[in-house]
């Protein structure tokens, strides 16, 4: 498992060049039906527009895919994709939209102008840096209550849950990569009395 970048959600963005507006949206998704769903979308949304170009980059299998629609073949589609995997974001998709306003840009142009439209896409979106995370629960005395949730900081540990019965049971999210040294100081720490359970491994949006 390593860390990657993707977006949260999805984000708006547009320009004009030379009277041809350019309209480019980017999607969070994770399968290319997701993918094939926004393009879609997005085409009934500007059935008016003169171009819908997309690309697409998944985690899942490696996947990339881009489309000029019907501009000059690599100057649109390629463009956008170049873009997102200069970036390095995966699990996104793409879509440039062009309303053409009478003027000829040429392909140098074309070019400039659809890598900028995803650029700017890029920019209003929230990027995640997902990394491999593990979910733990300890149960603890009260007595031992403050002390443990001291030390967290230090290792960046986000509690996602506490119960307060006649112990204290903590739920937490670590990065997998400190998970060794903060187990190590916290049995140190309770002289072995606290020992959380691995509950499971994900990816999350954790520095």
């Known amino acids: 498992m390593t860390d990657y970048m993707t977006i949260s959600g999805e984000a708006q963005a547009e320009f004009v060049e030379r009277k041809s507006r350019f309209i480019s949206y980017c999607r969070h998704v994770e399968t290319e039906k997701e993918a094939l769903a926004f393009i879609e979308e997005l085409r009934k949304k500007n059935w008016d527009a003169t171009h819908n170009v997309f690309a697409y980059v998944l985690r899942e299998g490696q996947l990339k895919r881009c489309s000029d629609d019907g501009e000059p073949q690599g100057t649109a589609g390629v463009p956008v994709l170049d873009v997102l995997q200069k970036t390095g ?38 990027k995640l840096h997902m990394t491999p995370c593990t979910r733990l629960v300890a149960e603890m005395d009260y007595s031992w209550y403050g002390k443990v949730t001291y030390i967290l900081p230090n290792f960046h540990v986000l509690t996602e849950r506490s119960d307060f019965t006649d112990k204290v049971t903590l739920t937490w999210l670590i990065k997998s990569s400190r998970k060794e040294n903060f187990l190590k100081e916290l049995t140190e720490l309770t002289n072995g009395t606290v020992i959380p359970k691995e509950i499971s491994e994900e990816y999350a949006d954790m520095q």
């Open 89 to 126: 974001v995966v699990d996104i998709c793409m879509v440039v939209t062009r309303y053409f306003g009478g003027i000829l840009l040429g392909a140098g142009g074309l070019v400039r102008a659809y890598s900028h439209g995803a650029s700017i896409a890029l920019e209003a979106a929230q």
